[in-house]
Protein backbone atom coordinates (compact mmCIF):
# COMPACT_ATOMS: atom_id res chain seq x y z
CA UNK A 1 0.00 0.00 0.00
CA UNK A 2 2.65 2.14 1.12
CA UNK A 3 5.00 1.10 -1.79
CA UNK A 4 2.29 2.02 -4.50
CA UNK A 5 1.21 6.01 -2.41
CA UNK A 6 5.10 6.95 -2.54
CA UNK A 7 5.52 6.87 -6.68
CA UNK A 8 2.24 8.88 -6.92
CA UNK A 9 3.41 11.37 -4.52
CA UNK A 10 6.39 11.76 -6.23
CA UNK A 11 4.83 12.21 -9.77
CA UNK A 12 2.64 15.06 -7.99
CA UNK A 13 5.29 16.99 -7.23
CA UNK A 14 7.21 16.77 -10.91
CA UNK A 15 3.95 18.31 -12.06
CA UNK A 16 3.75 20.88 -9.70
CA UNK A 17 4.73 23.97 -10.66
CA UNK A 18 7.68 25.94 -8.69
CA UNK A 19 6.84 28.74 -6.85
CA UNK A 20 7.95 32.13 -8.22
CA UNK A 21 10.21 34.38 -6.84
CA UNK A 22 7.90 37.24 -6.93
CA UNK A 23 4.95 35.85 -5.14
CA UNK A 24 8.18 34.58 -2.47
CA UNK A 25 9.28 38.40 -1.69
CA UNK A 26 5.34 39.44 -2.24
CA UNK A 27 4.29 37.28 0.79
CA UNK A 28 7.31 38.79 3.06
CA UNK A 29 7.57 42.28 1.93
CA UNK A 30 6.83 43.26 5.34
CA UNK A 31 9.64 41.24 7.18
CA UNK A 32 11.70 43.02 4.52
CA UNK A 33 10.66 46.05 4.99
CA UNK A 34 11.38 46.09 8.47
CA UNK A 35 15.09 44.15 8.24
CA UNK A 36 15.54 47.93 5.90
CA UNK A 37 14.31 49.60 8.12
CA UNK A 38 16.68 48.83 11.29
CA UNK A 39 19.49 48.13 8.58
CA UNK A 40 18.84 51.74 7.56
CA UNK A 41 18.66 53.00 11.77
CA UNK A 42 21.94 51.35 12.12
CA UNK A 43 23.71 52.84 9.49
CA UNK A 44 22.10 56.33 11.09
CA UNK A 45 23.08 56.23 14.41
CA UNK A 46 26.55 54.63 13.63
CA UNK A 47 27.31 57.54 11.78
CA UNK A 48 26.22 60.38 13.90
CA UNK A 49 28.42 58.41 16.96
CA UNK A 50 31.10 58.32 14.55
CA UNK A 51 30.46 62.45 13.73
CA UNK A 52 30.47 62.80 17.78
CA UNK A 53 33.02 60.61 18.63
CA UNK A 54 35.65 62.18 15.74
CA UNK A 55 34.55 65.57 17.28
CA UNK A 56 35.30 64.58 20.94
CA UNK A 57 38.62 63.03 19.95
CA UNK A 58 39.44 66.71 18.54
CA UNK A 59 38.29 68.50 21.59
CA UNK A 60 40.22 65.98 23.54
CA UNK A 61 43.39 66.60 21.57
CA UNK A 62 43.02 70.45 20.26
CA UNK A 63 41.45 72.26 23.30
CA UNK A 64 44.50 73.60 25.45
CA UNK A 65 44.38 74.14 29.37
CA UNK A 66 44.52 78.22 30.02
CA UNK A 67 48.59 78.69 30.82
CA UNK A 68 50.07 79.89 34.11
CA UNK A 69 50.99 83.77 33.02
CA UNK A 70 54.46 85.43 33.53
CA UNK A 71 56.33 81.92 34.16
CA UNK A 72 59.53 83.71 35.63
CA UNK A 73 57.92 86.21 37.96
CA UNK A 74 59.39 84.63 40.58
CA UNK A 75 63.05 83.95 42.37
CA UNK A 76 64.71 79.88 40.36
CA UNK A 77 65.23 78.32 43.74
CA UNK A 78 68.55 77.44 45.17
CA UNK A 79 69.33 73.25 45.12
CA UNK A 80 71.62 70.04 43.84
CA UNK A 81 69.92 69.28 40.54
CA UNK A 82 69.61 65.23 40.97
CA UNK A 83 68.70 62.73 38.60
CA UNK A 84 66.50 59.30 39.42
CA UNK A 85 64.98 56.41 37.72
CA UNK A 86 61.64 56.76 36.35
CA UNK A 87 60.00 53.19 36.80
CA UNK A 88 60.66 52.27 33.40
CA UNK A 89 64.46 53.00 34.43
CA UNK A 90 64.93 56.29 32.51
CA UNK A 91 66.47 59.30 33.88
CA UNK A 92 64.04 61.80 35.58
CA UNK A 93 65.48 65.12 37.02
CA UNK A 94 64.88 66.71 40.61
CA UNK A 95 66.28 68.63 43.31
CA UNK A 96 65.94 68.86 46.86
CA UNK A 97 65.27 72.73 48.13
CA UNK A 98 66.90 72.34 51.46
CA UNK A 99 64.66 74.67 54.71
CA UNK A 100 66.58 77.65 55.70
CA UNK A 101 69.27 77.16 57.95
CA UNK A 102 68.39 77.32 61.92
CA UNK A 103 64.81 76.71 60.49
CA UNK A 104 63.17 73.43 62.50
CA UNK A 105 62.42 70.45 60.43
CA UNK A 106 58.99 70.28 59.42
CA UNK A 107 58.83 67.63 56.74
CA UNK A 108 59.01 67.26 53.57
CA UNK A 109 57.03 68.32 50.30
CA UNK A 110 57.20 67.17 46.64
CA UNK A 111 56.62 69.70 44.10
CA UNK A 112 54.13 68.35 41.57
CA UNK A 113 54.67 71.33 38.64
CA UNK A 114 51.83 72.37 36.17
CA UNK A 115 51.94 71.38 32.67
CA UNK A 116 54.87 72.97 29.96
CA UNK A 117 56.24 74.29 33.23
CA UNK A 118 59.33 72.85 35.16
CA UNK A 119 60.68 72.31 38.17
CA UNK A 120 61.80 75.69 38.94
CA UNK A 121 58.24 76.78 39.07
CA UNK A 122 58.56 75.75 43.06
CA UNK A 123 59.75 79.09 43.33
CA UNK A 124 56.55 80.61 42.63
CA UNK A 125 54.50 78.31 44.26
CA UNK A 126 56.16 76.63 47.76
CA UNK A 127 58.80 79.48 48.44
CA UNK A 128 57.07 80.41 51.64
CA UNK A 129 57.20 76.67 52.59
CA UNK A 130 60.78 76.26 52.30
CA UNK A 131 61.45 79.96 54.63
CA UNK A 132 59.01 77.70 57.12
CA UNK A 133 61.40 75.12 57.71
CA UNK A 134 59.86 72.32 55.10
CA UNK A 135 62.27 70.85 52.62
CA UNK A 136 60.68 70.48 49.15
CA UNK A 137 61.98 68.33 46.38
CA UNK A 138 60.93 69.39 42.95
CA UNK A 139 61.25 67.35 39.11
CA UNK A 140 60.68 67.25 35.91
CA UNK A 141 58.04 64.91 34.76
CA UNK A 142 58.68 63.27 31.68
CA UNK A 143 58.63 65.54 28.31
CA UNK A 144 59.65 68.58 30.11
CA UNK A 145 62.44 70.16 31.66
CA UNK A 146 65.60 67.90 31.30
CA UNK A 147 63.53 64.81 32.15
CA UNK A 148 63.78 62.15 29.13
CA UNK A 149 60.90 62.30 26.41
CA UNK A 150 59.74 58.91 25.38
CA UNK A 151 60.19 58.41 21.50
CA UNK A 152 56.05 57.88 21.28
CA UNK A 153 55.20 60.24 23.90
CA UNK A 154 53.83 63.38 23.43
CA UNK A 155 52.91 65.61 26.32
CA UNK A 156 49.55 66.55 26.97
CA UNK A 157 47.52 68.90 29.56
CA UNK A 158 45.76 65.95 30.60
CA UNK A 159 47.36 63.74 33.45
CA UNK A 160 47.83 60.13 32.08
CA UNK A 161 48.94 57.25 33.78
CA UNK A 162 52.86 58.02 32.89
CA UNK A 163 52.77 61.54 35.05
CA UNK A 164 51.12 59.44 38.23
CA UNK A 165 54.20 56.52 37.69
CA UNK A 166 56.51 59.74 37.55
CA UNK A 167 55.31 61.22 40.80
CA UNK A 168 55.75 57.59 42.50
CA UNK A 169 58.87 57.27 41.44
CA UNK A 170 59.77 60.51 43.02
CA UNK A 171 58.56 59.39 45.89
CA UNK A 172 60.42 55.83 45.94
CA UNK A 173 63.91 58.01 45.46
CA UNK A 174 62.87 60.57 47.74
CA UNK A 175 62.55 57.54 50.55
CA UNK A 176 65.96 56.62 49.20
CA UNK A 177 67.13 59.55 49.98
CA UNK A 178 65.85 61.16 53.15
CA UNK A 179 64.84 59.45 56.58
CA UNK A 180 60.54 59.78 56.15
CA UNK A 181 59.12 59.43 59.27
CA UNK A 182 55.60 58.09 60.12
CA UNK A 183 54.77 61.65 59.41
CA UNK A 184 54.96 60.77 55.91
CA UNK A 185 54.83 62.81 52.90
CA UNK A 186 53.42 65.86 51.85
CA UNK A 187 52.15 66.99 48.15
CA UNK A 188 51.77 70.45 46.57
CA UNK A 189 50.83 70.11 42.95
CA UNK A 190 49.52 72.88 40.52
CA UNK A 191 46.91 71.85 37.43
CA UNK A 192 48.06 68.51 35.81
CA UNK A 193 50.53 67.67 38.45
CA UNK A 194 47.83 68.63 41.20
CA UNK A 195 45.61 65.60 39.28
CA UNK A 196 48.40 63.06 38.79
CA UNK A 197 49.16 63.67 42.25
CA UNK A 198 45.52 62.82 43.73
CA UNK A 199 45.49 59.61 41.79
CA UNK A 200 49.35 59.00 43.04
CA UNK A 201 48.01 59.42 46.43
CA UNK A 202 45.17 56.84 46.19
CA UNK A 203 48.14 54.38 45.53
CA UNK A 204 50.34 55.28 47.63
CA UNK A 205 50.17 55.49 51.42
CA UNK A 206 53.40 57.49 51.74
CA UNK A 207 51.49 60.37 50.88
CA UNK A 208 49.70 61.47 53.79
CA UNK A 209 48.36 65.60 52.87
CA UNK A 210 48.14 67.16 49.50
CA UNK A 211 47.15 71.04 48.63
CA UNK A 212 45.73 71.19 45.03
CA UNK A 213 45.97 73.74 42.79
CA UNK A 214 43.57 74.35 40.06
CA UNK A 215 42.76 69.97 40.18
CA UNK A 216 40.55 68.92 37.42
CA UNK A 217 39.07 65.63 36.79
CA UNK A 218 39.31 64.70 33.09
CA UNK A 219 36.84 62.32 32.89
CA UNK A 220 33.96 65.62 34.33
CA UNK A 221 35.77 67.95 32.19
CA UNK A 222 35.40 66.26 29.02
CA UNK A 223 31.99 65.62 29.74
CA UNK A 224 31.77 69.69 30.20
CA UNK A 225 33.55 70.15 27.11
CA UNK A 226 31.03 68.02 25.22
CA UNK A 227 28.09 69.74 26.60
CA UNK A 228 29.68 73.31 25.61
CA UNK A 229 31.03 72.44 22.03
CA UNK A 230 28.81 69.65 20.60
CA UNK A 231 25.80 71.28 20.97
CA UNK A 232 27.34 73.98 18.21
CA UNK A 233 27.61 71.55 15.66
CA UNK A 234 24.50 68.65 16.83
CA UNK A 235 21.59 68.53 14.49
CA UNK A 236 20.06 66.17 16.88
CA UNK A 237 19.08 67.73 20.74
CA UNK A 238 22.05 66.16 22.91
CA UNK A 239 20.99 67.75 26.05
CA UNK A 240 17.32 66.09 25.60
CA UNK A 241 18.98 62.83 25.27
CA UNK A 242 21.33 63.40 27.72
CA UNK A 243 18.70 63.62 30.32
CA UNK A 244 17.37 60.18 29.13
CA UNK A 245 20.30 58.29 28.69
CA UNK A 246 23.33 60.06 29.75
CA UNK A 247 24.60 59.97 26.55
CA UNK A 248 27.73 62.28 27.27
CA UNK A 249 29.34 59.55 29.07
CA UNK A 250 28.75 57.21 26.75
CA UNK A 251 30.37 59.55 23.93
CA UNK A 252 33.53 59.96 26.32
CA UNK A 253 33.67 56.66 26.89
CA UNK A 254 34.04 55.73 23.01
CA UNK A 255 36.59 58.43 23.22
CA UNK A 256 38.47 57.41 25.93
CA UNK A 257 39.33 53.87 24.43
CA UNK A 258 39.90 55.57 20.82
CA UNK A 259 42.13 58.44 22.52
CA UNK A 260 44.01 55.32 24.81
CA UNK A 261 44.71 53.18 22.32
CA UNK A 262 46.03 55.97 20.11
CA UNK A 263 48.63 57.41 22.89
CA UNK A 264 49.72 54.03 24.28
CA UNK A 265 48.50 55.59 28.30
CA UNK A 266 45.40 55.81 29.91
CA UNK A 267 43.74 59.12 31.10
CA UNK A 268 42.68 58.35 35.06
CA UNK A 269 39.91 59.89 36.95
CA UNK A 270 40.96 62.27 39.59
CA UNK A 271 37.61 62.23 40.98
CA UNK A 272 37.35 58.21 41.71
CA UNK A 273 40.67 58.74 43.09
CA UNK A 274 39.48 61.63 45.58
CA UNK A 275 36.74 59.61 46.62
CA UNK A 276 39.40 56.66 48.36
CA UNK A 277 41.19 59.42 50.21
CA UNK A 278 38.60 59.39 53.27
CA UNK A 279 42.11 59.75 55.48
CA UNK A 280 44.07 62.29 53.52
CA UNK A 281 43.31 65.42 54.12
CA UNK A 282 43.63 67.83 51.29
CA UNK A 283 43.29 71.75 50.93
CA UNK A 284 41.71 72.50 47.45
CA UNK A 285 42.87 75.79 45.92
CA UNK A 286 41.00 77.69 42.66
CA UNK A 287 40.84 80.55 41.21
CA UNK A 288 37.48 82.44 41.28
CA UNK A 289 37.72 83.35 37.42
CA UNK A 290 39.05 80.54 36.25
CA UNK A 291 36.69 80.02 32.87
CA UNK A 292 38.18 76.90 31.73
CA UNK A 293 38.36 75.23 34.83
CA UNK A 294 35.35 76.24 36.62
CA UNK A 295 35.27 76.76 40.50
CA UNK A 296 31.84 74.67 40.59
CA UNK A 297 33.84 71.65 39.20
CA UNK A 298 36.03 71.83 41.97
CA UNK A 299 33.39 72.29 44.33
CA UNK A 300 31.72 68.87 42.78
CA UNK A 301 35.35 67.39 43.44
CA UNK A 302 35.56 68.99 46.79
CA UNK A 303 31.88 67.72 47.51
CA UNK A 304 32.78 64.17 46.70
CA UNK A 305 36.74 63.91 48.48
CA UNK A 306 35.65 62.24 52.19
CA UNK A 307 37.66 62.98 55.19
CA UNK A 308 39.41 65.69 56.03
CA UNK A 309 39.36 69.10 53.84
CA UNK A 310 39.18 72.20 53.28
CA UNK A 311 38.63 74.89 49.97
CA UNK A 312 39.91 78.33 49.21
CA UNK A 313 38.41 79.85 46.16
CA UNK A 314 40.49 82.63 45.73
CA UNK A 315 38.41 86.01 44.47
CA UNK A 316 39.86 87.89 41.42
CA UNK A 317 42.00 84.73 40.30
CA UNK A 318 42.38 82.95 37.19
CA UNK A 319 43.66 79.05 36.73
CA UNK A 320 46.84 78.61 39.03
CA UNK A 321 46.93 82.58 40.06
CA UNK A 322 46.20 82.92 43.55
CA UNK A 323 49.33 82.37 44.17
CA UNK A 324 49.71 85.94 42.16
CA UNK A 325 46.60 87.50 43.13
CA UNK A 326 46.93 87.26 46.70
CA UNK A 327 50.52 85.82 47.50
CA UNK A 328 50.23 86.37 51.46
CA UNK A 329 46.95 84.39 51.85
CA UNK A 330 48.40 81.51 49.64
CA UNK A 331 51.44 81.40 51.91
CA UNK A 332 49.56 81.75 55.10
CA UNK A 333 47.41 78.79 53.90
CA UNK A 334 49.55 76.23 52.63
CA UNK A 335 52.23 76.57 55.57
CA UNK A 336 49.32 76.16 57.93
CA UNK A 337 47.52 73.17 55.87
CA UNK A 338 51.01 71.37 56.06
CA UNK A 339 51.86 72.45 59.40
CA UNK A 340 48.58 70.47 60.95
CA UNK A 341 49.15 67.64 58.86
CA UNK A 342 53.26 66.98 58.51
CA UNK A 343 54.81 68.16 61.49
CA UNK A 344 58.25 65.78 61.41
CA UNK A 345 59.60 67.37 64.68
CA UNK A 346 56.59 68.63 66.41
CA UNK A 347 58.57 69.15 69.67
CA UNK A 348 60.96 71.26 67.47
CA UNK A 349 58.78 72.73 65.85
CA UNK A 350 57.06 76.08 67.62
CA UNK A 351 53.41 76.10 66.35
CA UNK A 352 52.61 78.84 63.63
CA UNK A 353 49.99 81.42 63.55
CA UNK A 354 46.43 80.50 63.62
CA UNK A 355 44.65 81.31 60.09
CA UNK A 356 42.95 84.01 59.54
CA UNK A 357 38.81 83.67 60.09
CA UNK A 358 37.51 82.33 57.05
CA UNK A 359 40.70 80.65 55.42
CA UNK A 360 38.85 77.75 53.92
CA UNK A 361 35.92 78.64 52.57
Same mark, same amino acid.
Given at each position: ?????????????????????????????????????????????? &????????????????????????LVDYTPPQGEPVTFPS??????????????????????????????? +?????????????????????????????????????????????????????????? &??????????????????????????????????????????????? +??????????????????????????????????????????????????????????????????? +?????????????????????????????HNQAVTVDPAGYARRT???????????????????????????
Open positions: MASAILPAAILALEGAAPPSAGSTLADHWELLAVIGIIIATVILVL &SVLARYVRLAVNLFLDTPLPLTANREGRSLRGMFIERRPGTPDRGLVLFCHEFDS +DMMSAGRYAAELVDAGYTVFTFDFRGHGGSFTPTHFEPRHWPSNHEVNDILAAVAFVK &SQRLVGPEGIGVLGVSRGASAAVVAAALNADIRCLVVDGVFSTDLSI +DELLKRWVQLFARVDLARADRRIHIYPFFRALMMFYVELKGRCRFPSARRALSRLGSVPVLFIHGER +DTYIRPEWTRILFGLKPGPKDLWICPGAKVDFFSRHLVAQAAEAPPLPAAEPGAAT
